[in-house]
């Protein structure tokens, strides 16, 4: 128990709480899209709450990030169709173009 109490403060002093703003890349094919897209719509799938959990967002650079995600299926903030939000006051979509830099998000605890 005290061990992988260590491993989670460990894994803490990587992370961080801001974002870090990364443009939308221009001029990919429609297949780096769609693979884009497909790993988005698995992503929420494993989101399927409907409250704030903190989750870490691991992007292909190797940033690490921790974040307040939920997943909003209807309403004022979410539209037509599911998306995943970041933020409870002010929930912030993460979008197809944001998602692009994500190689994966997990539960951080």
Partial sequence: M??????IINDLR???LFPRRYKTPKGRSRDYWGEVDRKYGNVMKRLTHSFFRWHVIEYNDGHMELAYLRVLKGGIFSGAYPAIYRGPLFPHRIDIGTFSHI???HLAF
Avoid: A, S
């Fill in 14 to 16: 990587y992370l961080t």
């Fill in 103 to 105: 190689k994966d998000i």
């Fill in 2 to 7: 005290k061990q992988g109490f260590q491993n």
